[in-house]
């Protein structure tokens, strides 16, 4: 009987009764929780990733507006340089263009 029950799978089918078990059902529960299982930690898992991909969105949006203050500070500067420039270098052209106009004169 032993035998039989071992080389059935597990499956035994008492002549007596008409009562069938079989382990196949006991497996499936336990495959059943632990599926469930897997599915609780894949779901916490994209928790975090989800709070990972919020946190990096943030840092990215506060990394571009970092570098657009810089680009518009470094426009500003830019700006300033270039109206000082202008300011100065009038004279120093007039200057630079009076000597270029008499130098001719000079040989004379």
């Known amino acids: 009987m032993l035998l039989k029950q071992h080389f059935d799978g597990g499956n035994s089918q008492k002549l007596g009764e008409k009562k069938f078990t079989s382990n196949t059902g006991n497996m499936s529960i336990n495959t059943i929780e632990l599926l469930n299982q897997q599915l609780a930690i894949k779901d916490t898992q994209i928790k975090e990733k989800d709070e990972q991909l ?41 200057a630079n263009d009076l000597k270029q106009k008499n130098a001719w004169w000079h040989f004379w």
Do not use: Y
């Open 54 to 94: 919020k946190s990096m969105q943030k840092l990215l949006d506060q990394s571009q507006q970092l570098q657009l203050m810089a680009e518009r500070k470094i426009e500003k500067f830019k700006a300033i340089t270039s109206k000082q420039s202008k300011h100065d270098n009038p004279n120093l052209n007039n």
